[in-house]
T-cell receptor, first 114, second 109 residues
Framework: EAQVTQNPRYLITVTGKKLTVTCSQNMNHEYMSWYRQDPGLGLRQIYYSMNVEVTDKGDVPEGYKVSRKEKRNFPLILESPSPNQTSLYFC?????????????FGQGTRLTVV | GIQVEQSPPDLILQEGANSTLRCNFSDSVNNLQWFHQNPWGQLINLFYIPSGTKQNGRLSATTVATERYSLLYISSSQTTDSGVYFCAVLSSGTYKYIFGTGTRLKVLA
């Protein structure tokens, strides 16, 4: 089954404790991205990757890191989480980024930083 | 940047009723998708529809790209249709989806 898989689905952590949210897709997609969803602010892009070893900042990259060492994986790293990073996070992938390509989203990761 | 507006913001239906959700966008787009966010927060792909009309069971969607709007039709609504419906567009020359503000649907048994 074609899918984007995020782990963990739920996470409660403490301020300053490094964490990684994993994202994996099995569709051989080139393009992957991360979004966060907050009440009243909608979904905002954090980082995106056009292909292996090619990443760039989205609208809200502060406090996050990403890497794209393999085509299928695009982990989101919070080196020193803070309470304002409490949010619902989504990973997305598509065959390419441009016209005529459908995006698929992971199940979401609900992160709480206390 | 491109603006995406959805209407109505909230909708309450009795089970079995039909509804139409609207998405207006302010500039030309390459892609347009409709999603359903269920009560558990998952974003479910409904339609990939940059233009034309598609149907999937009780749901159908139409996008008129030249007039910059898309419509999502839900017929014979069920309680499991409850949640938030988003349209999202990919504007030309960008690398991100712009999501609308959503329509929150509640279907009553």
């Amino acid at each position: 089954e074609a899918q984007v898989t995020q782990n963990p689905r739920y996470l409660i952590t403490v301020t300053g404790k490094k964490l990684t949210v994993t994202c994996s897709q099995n569709m051989n997609h080139e393009y992957m991205s991360w979004y966060r969803q907050d009440p009243g602010l909608g979904l905002r892009q954090i980082y995106y990757s056009m292909n292996v070893e090619v990443t760039d900042k989205g609208d809200v990259p502060e406090g996050y890191k990403v890497s794209r060492k393999e085509k299928r994986n695009f982990p989101l790293i919070l080196e020193s989480p803070s309470p304002n990073q409490t949010s619902l996070y989504f990973c997305a992938s598509s065959l390419s980024q441009g016209g005529n390509t459908e995006a698929f989203f992971g199940q979401g990761t609900r992160l709480t930083v206390v | 940047g491109i603006q995406v507006e959805q209407s109505p913001p909230d909708l309450i239906l009795q089970e079995g009723a039909n509804s139409t959700l609207r998405c207006n966008f302010s500039d030309s787009v390459n892609n347009l998708q409709w999603f359903h966010q269920n009560p558990w927060g998952q974003l479910i792909n409904l339609f990939y529809i940059p233009s034309g009309t598609k149907q999937n069971g009780r749901l159908s969607a139409t996008t008129v790209a030249t007039e910059r709007y898309s419509l999502l039709y839900i017929s014979s609504s069920q309680t499991t249709d409850s949640g938030v419906y988003f349209c999202a567009v990919l504007s030309s020359g960008t690398y991100k989806y712009i999501f609308g503000t959503g329509t929150r649907l509640k279907v009553l048994a």
